[in-house]
């Protein structure tokens, strides 16, 4: 059940210094409406997707990823802003832009996987009418086009007998199937990224192995970039070239994969990596760490991290940023006062 095909091409590929990021994010502070005094629920978090690159965000649960994801579909909940930095997603600025343009941007641009096929997919509808739905509504295609298409589609996602099964509901479909449905749906309108928000954490492990061939698959055939929000590190080394690690609504170090995970420097993502799978292993999912992620309301000042770290002391406040070193971006006073050397995994 390896992917790891994909693992040397996703994460030896080097930038060139010309490519523009199709999303960019810059110090997105995320609060709730009405409440000032609260800490950020999400703060200072910055991250660029590539073309053909898969960013991971990692952290466990509680620590802001879907926020922060649903943000750059300007699609916050209701209680929650935007407080602050910027979002630009294929040179449109997402915080200022239009409902209509958004709706745009969702179709065309982004197309979004989440956990749960079934809370995304229309259970009155059959299949292929949901994908060509989006190519009709986005492309203007006529609905007999749209709906050859989205037969196109399903059997691109590797659905069998996909001319009937185009007329199946979503609920006559297993789990797999519905999240391969989903698949074909967000890459309807040639996107130019995917938003997958633990797109195989409710599947069968099998089945999860398939669905990530698929999704790296389609990366390679249409060049998406990929922001992909999980907790499998086994995904993360294979696929992923770059990682964001998140602990309570902040970035506390992101880095390329390889050098993340092979002297990761922050004591969270140190603690985080503690279990993972040396190559040729079994898939594994993150540590788990003494304690727990405080509830939004009640992140601690300065460093967020501080009562559960190992290596916090007496001097620790409001975290620096350490170690400054090419991409390689820290979170942590005692990285940036060179009092933690990173831990060399071998
Ligand atoms: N719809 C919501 N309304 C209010 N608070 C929410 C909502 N969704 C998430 N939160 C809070 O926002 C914080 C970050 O949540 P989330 O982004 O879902 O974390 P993750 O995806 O990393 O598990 C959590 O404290 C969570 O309780
Ligand atoms: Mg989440």
Not at 247 to 262: C, I, K, M, S
Not at 268 to 274: F, H, K, Q, V
């Amino acid at each position: 059940m390896s992917t790891s095909k994909t693992a040397g091409a996703a994460t030896a590929t080097a930038v060139a210094p010309d490519v523009r990021p199709i999303l960019s994010v810059r110090d997105l502070t995320i609060d709730y409406l009405g409440e000032p005094r609260q800490p950020a629920l999400v703060q200072d978090v910055s991250f660029d997707v590539l073309p053909g690159r898969s960013v991971a965000l990692i952290g466990e649960s509680g620590c802001g990823k879907t926020i922060t994801s649903l943000a750059v579909l300007g699609l916050l909940p209701a209680r929650m802003r935007v407080a602050g930095g910027s979002i630009v997603l294929d040179g449109v600025d997402v915080l200022q832009a239009s409902e209509r343009t958004l709706r745009d941007l969702r179709g065309r641009t982004v197309g979004a996987i989440f956990q749960e096929p079934m809370s995304s997919l229309n259970p009155t509808m059959p299949v292929g009418d949901q994908i060509g739905e989006a190519r009709w509504l986005h492309l203007g295609e006529s609905r007999r086009a749209a709906r050859a298409k989205a037969v196109e589609l399903l059997d691109r996602v590797g659905i069998p007998n996909a001319a009937r099964r185009a007329r199946a509901y979503p609920h006559e479909l297993s789990g797999g199937m519905q999240q391969r449905v989903m698949i074909a749906s967000a890459i309807a309108c040639e996107p130019a990224m995917l938003l997958a928000d633990e797109p195989t954490t409710a599947l069968d492990v099998t089945v999860q192995a398939d669905i990530l061939a698929l999704l790296a698959d389609l990366q390679r055939d249409l060049g998406l970039g990929i922001l992909f929000v999980t907790h499998d590190l086994g995904v993360v080394a294979e696929f992923c070239a770059d990682v964001v690690v998140m602990y309570a609504g902040h970035v506390v170090e992101r880095a390329g994969t390889r050098a993340l995970f092979a002297a990761p420097r922050h004591p969270y993502t140190a603690a985080l990596l503690g279990a993972v799978p040396q190559a040729g292993q079994a898939r594994t999912v993150l540590t788990t760490i003494p304690g727990r992620v405080p509830p939004s309301g009640a992140f601690p000042a300065g460093c967020r991290f501080r009562p559960r770290c190992a290596h916090a002391v007496a001097t620790c406040a409001e975290p620096q940023h350490g170690g400054a070193d090419g991409d390689h971006f820290t979170l942590c006073d005692r990285v940036a006062a060179g009092e933690l050397t990173p831990r060399r995994r071998t």
